[in-house]
């Protein structure tokens, strides 16, 4: 899998669940929606993934780092209040974060060993 689509997945989950969780919450907080708004940024960076944009690649990578980070509290929350719906919920975003990120991880591998291949052709 290319690390476009494994990023667009992420963005979609990120969407799909931070407006489950807030839609679905008897009592919403704004903070449900913080996943949304870094889905629909990632999402905003897909076509430059994709072209391969040394720039936007990063920018997602950032991005994802930044919300599998701030997921934690929500996920000890839940664990805390013993919410089995949150809890998989905010762990299936933290799952699909990490699937992004590893195959931006590899991405970026994958990058760095054809530049030494070709350099190394040349000289």
Known sequence: MKAHVASFMNAVVLIGFGLWGYLGSETPSKTALIPVVFGMLILSLYKGVKKENK???????????????GLTKPLMAAIGR??????????AMILSSLFALGFFIKSFVDVRRARAKAAQQEG
């Open 55 to 69: 720039i936007a690649a990063h920018i997602a990578v950032l991005l994802t780092l930044l919300i599998l980070g």
């Open 82 to 91: 013993d919410d089995g719906t949150a809890t998989m919920r905010v762990l």
